[in-house]
């Protein structure tokens, strides 16, 4: 008797898992845990699409990372071009392959070696995708692996219609701002360098908001543009449900003055001013403002009111540029790499600060970041890559400041 092929012998089992198990989420987990099995992959996830928004949403992943609770916008990176082109994709070497656009493992801190990523279509239209990353022993994948994962795609596709599969979205909170396909231009000799590449994001209000990305992927540009520093060359912005694209310089003026905080990595303190007159200075210029010892107090600094920065140490300078921040009473805070520059005990104390303006207020915090550990506090966590918002991640159990490590 002749010896079943690896296909036939993939869509037995994976048949099998598809449909022995009642509860159609575990039976795609099981359908992924079988397939990587066969084609021995390192982990893999199962993507579905929601029309009404155009947001991709990760239902089951197995493997190294629980991708649960991320999103990501259709038409981005490899699993989004997937579904928009309604075409599979197959990199053997994603290093060697310049059509890569980057996936969502490699986005988690997973590198991604070798890829296939397949749409779930159920005959009548593309739902989602499924996707597998990085054989285990090394190799790469091959074409074979690429038809197998293409035919499990069919099957649970037509499972999932059949039995119906629910996304279940995360409550969404009033939105304070969003970001509609912004773009962001600079004049490079005879060339231009476009750095954001349609930014789409909304920020939402009384939350803690983390960004990550690599250096020159736009986190700083696009931090500017919401901060009212700088102005987007193509896109729309709503603020509070008002169009703020192109305010007045009035306007504008009014948003940096009491809208929105800004917390720098350099402090930015007035050196020649005591604590409490640098906050005092921001207090001032503001429309509804703070006490200024109340500041001072959330940051747990009354003791320093009169002394001048260079009395202070680093973390003291930045928790009185927190207090200048917060004074405003301000709708935002933006945050760039506070913590950067100082070490461990000092940057918690510091991010126990911003918790606590988070929790204890109607105001947004949104930092930009390279640590990778403060965004286990942050109710959502942004990815930039190239220009674009790569993911979205929704921690449903955030940590406090006092439980990281890094």
């Not at 997937?82 to 197959?90: G, I, P, R």
């Not at 060359?233 to 009014?254: C, H, M, R, W, Y």
Request: with cysteine; net charge negative; aromatic share 6%.
């Amino acid at each position: 008797m002749n010896k079943p092929d690896r296909m036939t012998v993939a869509t037995w089992k994976i048949s099998s898992a598809l449909l022995e198990v009642e509860d159609l989420e575990a039976a795609l987990t099981n359908t992924l845990e079988v397939l990587s099995e066969q084609l021995n992959a390192a982990g893999g996830a199962i993507w579905i699409l929601d029309e009404a928004t155009g947001i991709m949403h990760c239902v089951v992943s197995t493997g190294p990372l629980d991708l649960t609770g991320i999103t990501f916008e259709n038409g981005v990176g490899t699993e989004g071009l997937v579904v928009s082109t309604e075409k599979s994709a197959f990199f053997a070497e994603t290093e060697k392959a310049e059509a890569f656009e980057g996936d969502i493992f490699d986005d988690q801190g997973f590198k991604t070696r070798s890829l296939i990523c397949v749409p779930l279509n159920d005959l009548k239209k593309t739902i989602g995708c499924l996707c597998l990353v990085t054989a285990r022993d090394g190799e790469t994948f091959a074409e074979e692996d690429l038809k197998i994962s293409e035919h499990t795609a069919s099957l649970a596709a037509m499972v999932i219609d059949e039995k119906g599969l629910k996304v279940n979205l995360p409550p969404e909170k009033p939105v304070l701002m969003e970001l509609k396909d912004i773009t962001k231009e600079f004049p490079s000799g005879e060339e231009v360098l476009r750095v954001l590449r349609g930014i789409n994001l909304k920020i939402f209000k009384n939350e803690f908001v983390v960004v990550l990305g690599e250096s020159g992927c736009g986190k700083s540009t696009m931090m500017n543009i919401i901060g009212g520093m700088d102005h987007a060359t193509s896109g729309s912005i709503t603020l509070e449900g008002q169009n703020f694209s192109v305010p007045d310089e009035k306007a504008l003026t009014e948003f940096r003055r009491s809208y929105v905080g800004f917390i720098f990595q350099s402090y930015n303190l007035m050196p020649n001013l005591t604590a409490r007159e640098n906050i005092q200075f921001i207090a001032e210029i503001s429309t509804n403002p703070r006490d200024v010892d109340e500041a001072l107090g959330m940051v747990g600094l009354t003791d320093r009111a009169g002394n001048f920065p260079s009395q202070l140490s680093g973390g003291q300078q930045q928790r009185i540029s927190i207090a200048r921040a917060i004074v405003k009473n301000p709708r935002i805070i933006l945050a760039d790499e506070p913590t950067a520059a100082l070490d461990f005990k000092t940057g918690q104390e510091v991010l126990r600060v911003i918790e606590g303006i988070v929790h204890s207020g109607d105001t947004t915090v949104l930092m930009v970041t390279h640590n990778v550990e403060i965004a286990k506090m942050a109710d959502r966590v942004v990815k930039l890559r190239s220009g674009r918002v790569s993911s979205v991640k929704y921690n449903e159990h955030p940590l406090h400041a006092d439980d990281l490590v890094w």
